[in-house]
């Protein structure tokens, strides 16, 4: 019998459109960006953005604020190396420290180490590094996988800095922070002009590392607050009666609140400069974010914004970071893609500056001959997937300039957190981050949980063996910490 005229049309019809792909979830359009905008700020903690729940009544970042209202917050992001040079070598690898082998901050990169934009490179992407690269004091010069190359030497300077474009080097007029957002944008523009070519920029701040120095329009904008003082601030036996004899002698050195910088400031001046200097970094974002919109490449693009390592403003007696504390070990992180990351959403799971890498090849689609430590976080941002566990080793190794910290290994899970450090007479430190947030009280030689620090010691010393990480580097001495071109 025939089939009515009416109904082979309409089987036509549906054919035609399975075949095309329409209707399918399969093959549905996810609106994938092709582009990425990483921008890496310098001594950034996790909790100073206006919007965090944690953050001081008086800290202003308005455009740090509309990243997480119409993008992501990833709640948990930490570095494996509170320290600039090894976790921007993790952030560029993939790896940890003691495979990258960027272990402190003067020591040149290894022979023969690869970093994952030379794939994304090689994959047809366009490339550029424009900011602080300080993986080795003295040099400058352009490093491979980047079409584009603006850096300058060691940790720089806030105003009228020396960068080197494409391998010349000159003096540019202004401040750090506008400059090398110039220069992105200058870049961006290039692009907007081929949507087609698909890219990846790399911003990477000077602020806010120390000494801070605000930008002159900033001068005086946080003159009249009443600083809100951490509890664990106070010089209280309560503070350190479980505490290692190192925290509490620290106080009163270069990385103490008694005695900062070795008394070249005051804490309230030094605080109050930390978050000055922070505004023109946050306006730095604002402009990154609608020149996007305003060129069309907003749709095309996530923008991945994080910090290379926290920073401590008086917990546990103590400024900077290297030890394992949340302050300086938790960094933040916001992801913005209009139509791919949902607007105000947020994820709790535990993400790694190791992971960062292994993410943006995945959305380029692009494999990698380094063998990496971290995962890929994509499918969080996406909101279509769940993560393997991502406890993780913390590691830091003692630097003769700056002795008053010792060599560091953690492991940090989602609740627990144990501390062990190499070459001192001390205590081990075990932290419930779930009933202690602030790390008040240390639980190691407590009854109740010796087994529990017992099995987290043994867990990480395992892990370390498995990776081959239980070579301690040691330094030559003669570098010390009132030497001004020495980082701190």
Known sequence: MKKPLLHIIISTVIITVISLGYFLPAVAQTNQPQNVVFILSDDHRYDFMGFHENAPSYIETPNLDRMAAEGMHIKNAFVTTSLCSPSRASILT???????????????????????????????????????WHMGEVDDSPRPGWD?????????????????????????????TDILTDFAEEWLEERSKNNNEPFFLYLSHKAVHAEFEPAERHEGHYADIDIEYPESMDK????????????????????????????EMNFDE?????????????ESVGRILNYLEESGLAEN?????MADNGFLHGEHGLIDKRNAYEESIRVPMLAWGPGYVEAGSQIDELVRNIDIAPTILELFDTNSSIDMDGLSFLSLLSGKGEQPDREFL??????PAFPHTPT??????????????????????????QEDPQERYNLAEVPHYIDLRNEMRTRLFDKMEEQ???????????????????DN
């Open 408 to 433: 560091t290994f953690s492991i940090r899970g989602d609740r627990y957190k144990y501390i062990f450090y190499h070459g001192v007479w001390d205590r081990d430190e075990l932290y419930d981050l």
């Open 236 to 263: 209280t036996e309560r503070n350190y009666r479980t505490k290692p004899d190192w925290v509490k002698a620290q106080r009163n050195s270069w990385h103490g609140v008694d005695y900062p910088y070795h008394g």
């Open 270 to 282: 030094f605080y109050r400069k930390y978050i000055t200097t922070l505004l023109a970094l946050d």
């Open 301 to 305: 693009t996530l923008v991945i914004y």
């Open 94 to 132: 993939g790896q940890y420290a003691h495979n990258h082998q960027v272990v402190d901050n003067t020591s040149p990169i290894p022979e023969a180490t690869r970093f994952f934009n030379e794939d994304i490179q090689q994959n047809g992407y366009q490339t550029a590094y424009i900011g602080k």
């Open 394 to 399: 913390y590691e830091y190794y003692w630097e």
């Open 148 to 176: 584009r190359w603006v850096s300058f030497r060691g940790q720089g300077v806030y105003s009228n800095p020396t960068l080197n474009v494409d391998g010349k080097r000159d003096e540019y007029v202004g401040y750090t």
């Open 468 to 486: 081959d990480a239980m070579s301690i580097p040691v330094r030559r001495a003669g570098w010390q910490a009132d030497e001004k071109l020495i």
